[in-house]
């Protein structure tokens, strides 16, 4: 239990309140005309940056400025779906920076550059949905009225980009995530606790952003602390609970029956679309651990083709619900706060989920896991 506290939790909690502060630094303004490819380029950015700054981060960064670019048209929902699905999911799949799952992945012993090679998955489903999406906006985008479509196009505000300063903070916490582990600095593993060079930087880089940082800036964004102390104590709570989970799992699994990739895949999934994602991905990661294969290509203690159908499965399929990761319902409440209505969580996955990203989920599986 003060194991799984002290060396999961502490460190994932550092890493999401420095992101949480230095994304929140960053304000996006600026309202462009809503074509499909000004739509479609939107959902492509989010993509790139989840992965660096977090689901989390980019989707707050982006999704003030997608509404206000589509304010004047009348059909918007299909795009804060997508948004959804995209920015604040399955953009996060390269780097342990992008969702929590691979972090705790990470933090189980994969090294930061063994989830460059997700880039055909992230590539391909990332790709797959704007294509879809385009093809929708499209549809959608000659329906509109043309008053409306009028309006839109006079009404145009350049884009501009506040809190610069923070993407340095920001590097820093890649930088560190990347090179400030027993990889490269070999003394750590002398003493567990060296880890926590890392931990010690990434903190530092969120003070810095909070000292450089206008106040105007933030206050621009909304923002406040109360999210990241709803994600402290709810992930406190789900650590303590899941330790019992783990140990039985790592004792018993062979008596589950699952042992092949395709199998993680699924399960992960499943589980991550009704559960948070990064409980799942720990839950799974120590089921594989359970099997005790110690041949073959290894990596974070299991082997690699599970821990890819983990960390893939963990991470698309969050996007399946409204409860499956967390920036999902924080995009749902800031749309609704701008007056638009989006689907309850049932026809959310009728509507859309069930019926444009499940069978995409399951051409991955079929391609590469």
Same mark, same amino acid.
Request: aromatic fraction near 14%.
């Given at each position: 239990?003060?194991?799984?506290?002290? &060396?999961?939790?502490? /460190?994932?909690?550092?890493?999401?309140?420095? %992101?949480?502060? $230095?994304?929140?630094? +960053?304000?996006? #303004?600026?309202?462009?005309?809503?074509?499909?490819?000004?739509?479609?380029?939107?959902?492509?950015?989010?993509?790139?940056?989840?992965?660096?700054?977090?689901?989390?981060?980019?989707?707050?960064?982006?999704?003030?400025?997608?509404?206000?670019?589509?304010?004047?048209?009348?059909?918007?929902?299909?795009?804060?779906?997508?948004?959804?699905?995209?920015?604040?999911?399955?953009?996060?799949?390269?780097?342990?920076?992008?969702?929590?799952?691979?972090?705790?992945?990470?933090?189980?012993?994969?090294?930061?550059?063994?989830? &460059?090679?997700?880039? /055909?998955?992230?590539?391909?489903?990332?790709? %797959?949905?704007? $294509?879809?999406?385009? +093809?929708?906006? #499209?549809?959608?985008?000659?329906?509109?009225?043309?008053?409306?479509?009028?309006?839109?196009?006079?009404?145009?505000?350049?884009?501009?980009?506040?809190?610069?300063?923070?993407?340095?903070?920001?590097?820093?916490?890649?930088?560190?995530?990347?090179?400030?582990?027993?990889?490269?600095?070999?003394?750590?593993?002398?003493?567990?606790?060296?880890?926590?060079?890392?931990?010690?930087?990434i903190l530092g880089m969120a003070i810095l952003s909070l000292l450089f940082t206008p106040k105007l800036t933030r206050q621009s964004n909304n923002f406040t602390w109360e999210p990241i102390k709803e994600v402290a104590y709810l992930?406190?709570?789900?650590? $303590?609970?899941?330790?019992?989970?783990?140990?039985?799992?790592?004792?018993?699994?062979?008596?589950?029956?699952?042992?092949?990739?395709?199998?993680?895949?699924?399960?992960?999934?499943?589980?991550?679309?009704?559960?948070?994602?990064?409980?799942?991905?720990?839950?799974?990661?120590?089921?594989?651990?359970?099997?005790?294969?110690?041949?073959?290509?290894?990596?974070?203690?299991i082997p690699e083709e599970l821990l890819k159908a983990i960390s893939v499965a963990a991470v698309l399929f969050g996007s399946m619900t409204y409860i499956g990761n967390g920036p999902n319902f924080m995009v749902k409440a800031v749309?609704?706060?701008?007056?638009?209505?989006?689907?309850s969580f049932f026809a959310y996955m009728y509507k859309f989920s069930l019926i444009i990203l499940l069978p995409v989920f399951i051409l991955i599986q079929l391609l590469f896991i």
């Amino acid at each position: 239990m003060v194991e799984i506290m002290v &060396f999961d939790y502490i /460190p994932f909690i550092i890493l999401l309140g420095a %992101l949480f502060t $230095i994304t929140g630094g +960053i304000y996006l #303004s600026g309202d462009i005309e809503a074509t499909p490819k000004v739509n479609s380029i939107f959902l492509g950015i989010g993509a790139i940056l989840a992965s660096f700054m977090g689901t989390t981060g980019a989707a707050m960064l982006l999704i003030r400025p997608v509404i206000q670019t589509n304010k004047e048209r009348n059909f918007k929902v299909h795009t804060i779906l997508f948004f959804i699905a995209i920015v604040a999911n399955c953009g996060g799949l390269l780097t342990p920076l992008g969702d929590p799952p691979l972090f705790m992945m990470y933090l189980r012993g994969a090294p930061f550059t063994w989830f &460059f090679k997700l880039v /055909p998955e992230w590539l391909f489903s990332n790709l %797959l949905l704007i $294509i879809i999406y385009f +093809i929708v906006d #499209s549809y959608y985008h000659k329906k509109e009225p043309q008053q409306a479509l009028k309006i839109d196009k006079e009404n145009q505000r350049p884009i501009k980009l506040e809190g610069k300063l923070n993407f340095v903070w920001l590097i820093g916490v890649v930088l560190s995530v990347a090179f400030l582990n027993e990889q490269y600095l070999h003394f750590i593993k002398e003493n567990e606790y060296y880890k926590f060079i890392r931990e010690a930087v990434i903190l530092g880089m969120a003070i810095l952003s909070l000292l450089f940082t206008p106040k105007l800036t933030r206050q621009s964004n909304n923002f406040t602390w109360e999210p990241i102390k709803e994600v402290a104590y709810l992930f406190l709570g789900i650590f $303590i609970t899941m330790v019992p989970a783990l140990l039985y799992l790592e004792t018993n699994a062979h008596q589950l029956g699952v042992s092949l990739a395709h199998q993680f895949y699924y399960y992960t999934g499943a589980l991550s679309s009704f559960l948070d994602n990064t409980p799942t991905a720990v839950t799974f990661h120590s089921l594989a651990l359970g099997l005790g294969i110690e041949s073959g290509n290894l990596v974070a203690g299991i082997p690699e083709e599970l821990l890819k159908a983990i960390s893939v499965a963990a991470v698309l399929f969050g996007s399946m619900t409204y409860i499956g990761n967390g920036p999902n319902f924080m995009v749902k409440a800031v749309a609704e706060e701008n007056n638009i209505k989006m689907p309850s969580f049932f026809a959310y996955m009728y509507k859309f989920s069930l019926i444009i990203l499940l069978p995409v989920f399951i051409l991955i599986q079929l391609l590469f896991i």
